[in-house]
């Protein structure tokens, strides 16, 4: 069964540096998604993407955050200049067409340590 | 926007009763309520999904209720096993590609 892969798995970062976590979302999905889990709390919601725009940004999602398909496979999520508060699992997830554009997969997360 | 509350954030049940964990959301407006297994350091997995033009829907020994009216909806699963112990989010979302709103979590341990 085809599934989300993400890149890499751990991210350890100084403050003020980039972090780009990379997605490779299900091969015939066209909607992705990016969530983060602060340790020990729930999933929320950072943007959504479909047809190489952003579909939906939460409050979060802050200009040191971006998003970019840059070819056929992969969906980036860039962070300009981390804060320690970045750290957190991040989720790539992703879903497909018709009724299957609401069910969405996830991958199994990048956990970014901000120091 | 939209808002969902989970009930308990811990539950603890001896293997082969039941779990009962319950949501409700302020969106009415929002139509698909999945829920989510997590094991520790994994992935949320999809285990059981509705869709607001139905109240009930059953997959093996996992069930979902959903109240409309009341705006909540409610994960049952019998005969519980060890391999049950996660954490499960249930998640409500105006449906086609939008954002899922995920509740708190409940750490579900399963005791033999």
């Known amino acids: 069964e085809p599934e989300v892969t993400q890149t890499p798995s751990h991210q350890v970062t100084q403050m003020g540096q980039e972090v780009i976590l990379r997605c490779v979302p299900i091969s015939n999905h066209l909607y992705f998604y990016w969530y983060r889990q602060i340790l020990g709390q729930k999933v929320e919601f950072l943007v959504s993407?479909?047809?190489?725009?952003?579909?939906?940004k939460s409050e979060i999602f802050d200009d040191q955050f971006s998003v970019e398909r840059p070819d056929g496979s992969n969906f980036t999520l860039k962070i300009r200049s981390t804060k320690l508060e970045d750290s957190a699992m991040y989720f790539c997830a992703s879903s497909g067409i018709g009724q299957g554009k609401e069910t969405q997969y996830f991958g199994p997360g990048t956990r970014l340590l901000v120091l | 926007g939209e808002n969902v509350e989970q009930h308990p954030s811990t539950l603890s049940v001896q293997e082969g009763d039941s779990a009962v964990i319950k949501c409700t959301y302020s969106d009415s407006a929002s139509n698909y309520f999945p829920w989510y297994k997590q094991e520790l350091g994994k992935r949320p997995q999809l285990i059981i999904d509705?869709?607001?033009?139905?109240g009930e829907k059953k997959d093996q020994r996992i069930a979902v209720t959903l109240n409309k009216t009341a705006k909540h909806f409610s994960l049952h699963i019998t005969e519980t096993q060890p391999e049950d112990s996660a954490v499960y989010f249930c998640?409500?979302?105006?449906?086609?590609?939008?954002?899922?709103?995920f509740g708190q979590g409940t750490r579900l341990t399963i005791n033999p």
């Open positions: 998640a409500a979302t105006r449906g086609g590609a939008q954002k899922l709103v």
């Open positions: 993407f479909y047809n190489n725009e952003i579909s939906e």
């Open positions: 509705i869709r607001s033009n139905v």
